[in-house]
């Protein structure tokens, strides 16, 4: 995928979700995978034309893994000359030494999400964005489902009444395949991620269920998306109408 297609689709969630207001100050959310890094230059691509007049930032959570280098994504946030600030926790010690947790991932991102929002507030941010793109939010939809009972996935704008905080998701039309072109195309420096249950988790096991529905079922993937923007569900803002 090349920038253009991906400032294509930035623009369009942006302007169907009402994501940016004038002289908005926007935190990016950067774990080191390959979705935070694109949903950085998408933000930085789009800040160069869009008509609304916007500042940028990054924070990143450290979780306290050993070896987890962020040193290439500094150096690319000053080649794009945006402030970069790194939060440094104790989470992974907390999780995995202390609590021993077997399940994980749900406190992990609980706490994760309070340290960013923090470090957001304190920066002087109204809003920050995450990189969840199109195949997260079917993903997340079919975990609801299957394991919650109710419809449901992430909204593309929801505000944080306690922080006084608005959360967006500028990337929710790019496939998870186009993320991976793109990360190649112009070589991201993705950090991995040192945690050890990742890829065997919950999440994993949909993605796989995605894969093997649409597999058996040509375009039954892009139907649970269209079904999940029309689906009304609660906390959803309506998409704008386009001029």
């Not at 100050?25 to 034309?49: C, E, M, P, Q």
């Not at 070896?67 to 999780?95: G, M, Q, T, W």
């Not at 964005?129 to 009972?149: C, V």
């Not at 249950?197 to 649409?214: I, P, S, W």
């Amino acid at each position: 995928m090349k920038l253009q297609k991906l400032l294509s689709y930035t623009r369009r969630a942006v302007e169907d979700y009402g994501m940016i207001e004038e002289g908005d100050h926007i935190a990016v959310g950067i774990s080191g995978g390959k979705d935070s890094l694109t949903l950085l230059y998408a933000l930085h691509g789009l800040k160069r034309f869009y008509p609304k007049n916007f500042e940028l930032s990054a924070v990143t959570v450290d979780l306290g893994y050993e070896k987890f280098n962020l040193e290439p994504i500094e150096a690319l946030c000053r080649e794009l000359e945006i402030p970069y600030r790194i939060v440094r926790s104790d989470i992974a010690h907390i999780l995995f030494d202390l609590r021993k947790e077997a399940n994980p991932c749900s406190l992990c991102a609980k706490m994760r999400k309070g340290a960013l929002n923090n470090a957001v507030k304190e920066m002087g941010c109204n809003k920050v964005a995450y990189a969840h793109h199109k195949d997260d939010i079917i993903e997340t939809m079919l975990l609801s489902l299957i394991f919650e009972g109710r419809f449901y996935s992430f909204s593309p704008k929801t505000y944080l009444d306690r922080m006084e905080l608005t959360v967006i998701r500028p990337i929710m039309y790019v496939d998870e395949m186009d993320v991976i072109g793109f990360q190649h195309k112009y070589d991201l420096p993705v950090v991995k991620s040192r945690c050890p249950v990742d890829g065997h988790t919950k999440r994993a096991y949909v993605k796989e269920l995605v894969k093997q529905l649409n597999l058996e079922n040509p375009g039954a993937r892009e139907r649970m998306f269209t079904a999940i923007l029309n689906g009304e569900i609660a906390g959803w803002p309506e998409r704008m109408m386009r001029k």
